[in-house]
């Protein structure tokens, strides 16, 4: 299954006019084999040395640059300095949701979004790419942890 998405992707790279290079094949591969994990240049650099230990860092991030300008791969900033990148063939719709305290990341739909987006769109001609957005906050465990926290400092009389 994974051999015959990495084939489709490898099909829209020729489509678009890039040439289907084993390093690109390595790096398609890598982010597939991710699965639905938020996989940053590092992580994929990872992923594809286990193949070819000598596989170059630079040809990662010149890669991903590339199938980002052809619409193949959709990077995403979930927290400052921290890129992480989707397969657009394999990615469902989803928004970002940000714990501030743990760092969990929770995907997530968030219909709200897509409201605002409209509206922006009517109203001021500008096109929201509300995807590439995280939303931070804190998280249902770090809440809770808080709230035992405050508990615990501040016992009842």
């Not at 940000?98 to 709200?112: K, N, P, Q, S």
């Not at 931070?136 to 615990?152: F, P, T, W």
């Amino acid at each position: 299954m994974r051999d015959l998405k990495a084939e489709r992707i490898l099909e829209r790279l020729r489509e678009s006019g890039g040439r289907v290079t084993s390093a690109r094949r390595l790096i398609v591969e890598a982010m597939l084999a991710g699965g639905d994990h938020h996989l940053t240049a590092a992580d994929i650099v990872e992923i594809v040395r286990r193949d070819d230990p000598v596989f170059h860092e630079s040809t990662v991030y010149r890669t991903l640059e590339r199938l980002t300008e052809l619409g193949i791969v959709r990077p995403v900033q979930l927290v400052p300095g921290a890129t992480v990148f989707h397969l657009v063939e394999n990615a469902h719709r989803h928004n970002h949701l940000v714990c501030d305290d743990c760092g969990t990341i929770i995907e997530a739909r968030v219909d709200l979004l897509d409201v605002l987006a409209s509206d922006v769109a009517r109203n001021h001609r500008f096109t929201l790419q509300t995807e590439a957005a995280p939303l931070h906050g804190r998280c249902e465990a770090c809440q809770h942890a808080d709230a035992a926290s405050n508990r615990a400092a501040d016992p009842a009389p």
